[in-house]
Each structure stands twice: as C-alpha cells, then as structure tokens.
C-alpha cells in the first residue's frame, strides 16, 4: 500500500528577533513511484537528503516532485532531483506542465481535479493562497491523505473562522479549504504536522 512520510517539518513564526522564519514541509510518498510533494526551503537541503538517506533513496531516485505552489520556501531545493518529472501548474487558467531538468526539457500537462501522477496518487486543486495552488490526495491504508501546501498552512486554518495572513483569493481560499476538508481523514499542512480531520 501507498506510504506517507513527512521528511522536513515546516514551520512559520517569528524568531526572537522578529523575523519571520519560514519553511515548507516536504512530503515523501512512496506509491509505484517515489514521489516528494514540495522540496524545502535553503537550510534544508542537507536535511532532506539525509531524511531521504534515511529511506534508502537519493535524490536522483526520486521520480516525480509536485510543487503545490511556486512560493520560495516551498521549492529551494528542487534543483536536487534532476531526473524526476516536476509538476507545477503556474497559473489558474494555465493546464499545468511538467520539467525533466536532465533531459533539458518541459511537457505541458493537464493537471485538474482528479488526475492520476501514480497508484493511489492525484491532483486536488486548491487555488487561493495562490492561483497555481494545488494539493495532494492520497489513499492510504489509514484513509486519504491530503498533503495541504499552504491551502491548509496548519491545523487552525480548518476552523473556517481562521482568515490565512496571505490569499490572492479568499472565496477560492475557502471553498479549497472545504474541498480537503470533505475528502480528507488527515492532513499534511504546510506548515505543521499531520493532523486527523475531525467530522
């Protein structure tokens, strides 16, 4: 069966000076292919490769990376995984496109609701934090996992009440938030960790 591995944990606050410390959660996903949903932010980069170390992968056996959305802290690293298809949708009304940095090249690629990247693998889209913005479903032997991005930074934002700090759209930020909701038994954020969705 499909597994699930948070392999860099996210955080968002600020730091004791004031600044805002940022970093997204990167998600190992191991179906018939290995997949990373989201690549980390500067400092992670040794921390990934050694989490995936962990897992008896490198960076070039990872097959497929999903960027959920093309916010920095979210793609630092994506550089790394040179022989992986790199999804990314860009924009709202764009059909979305994949990378092969090896073979140099890029393959538009209809990337809506429901499309399949591997066994127990699709697509959700969840624009608002960002147009491109997209997430993850996958089924597991615990129930379906929905690997967030910043559609669900942490475990607040599911109380509907919570408006996020950053939305280009807050209509489509809140029906993206009831979208995972509805199909989700737990959610990866992108900020947090996993949590069980209550219902």
């Given at each position: ?99 092969i940095p ?6 538009r690629f ?28 996958v089924k ?60």
């Amino acid at each position: 069966m499909t597994e699930v591995k948070i392999v860099i944990q996210g955080v968002h606050g600020k730091s004791i000076d004031g600044k805002l410390q940022i970093g997204a959660t990167a998600v190992l996903i191991k179906s018939d292919k290995n997949i990373l949903v989201d690549t980390g932010y500067f400092e992670d980069k040794e921390a990934l490769i050694s989490a995936l170390a962990e897992e008896k992968l490198t960076p070039d056996q990872i097959d497929i990376v999903i960027i959920t959305h093309m916010h920095m802290d979210h793609v630092v690293n994506t550089y790394l995984f040179e022989n992986a298809k790199i999804f990314c949708k860009l924009r709202k009304d764009y059909i979305g496109q994949y990378h092969i940095p090896r073979e140099k090249c890029l393959q538009r690629f209809e990337l809506i609701d429901g499309t399949e990247i591997a066994k127990d693998v699709s697509i959700l889209l969840t624009p608002g934090h960002t147009e491109d913005h997209m997430s993850v479903l996958v089924k597991t032997e615990k129930g379906n996992v929905v690997i967030a991005g910043d559609a669900i930074a942490d475990e607040s934002f599911v109380d509907m009440s919570v408006k996020p700090p950053l939305a280009t759209d807050l209509i489509d930020y809140d029906e993206s938030r009831k979208k995972i909701i509805a199909v989700a038994d737990y959610i990866i954020p992108g900020h947090s960790d996993m949590f069980e969705v209550k219902k």
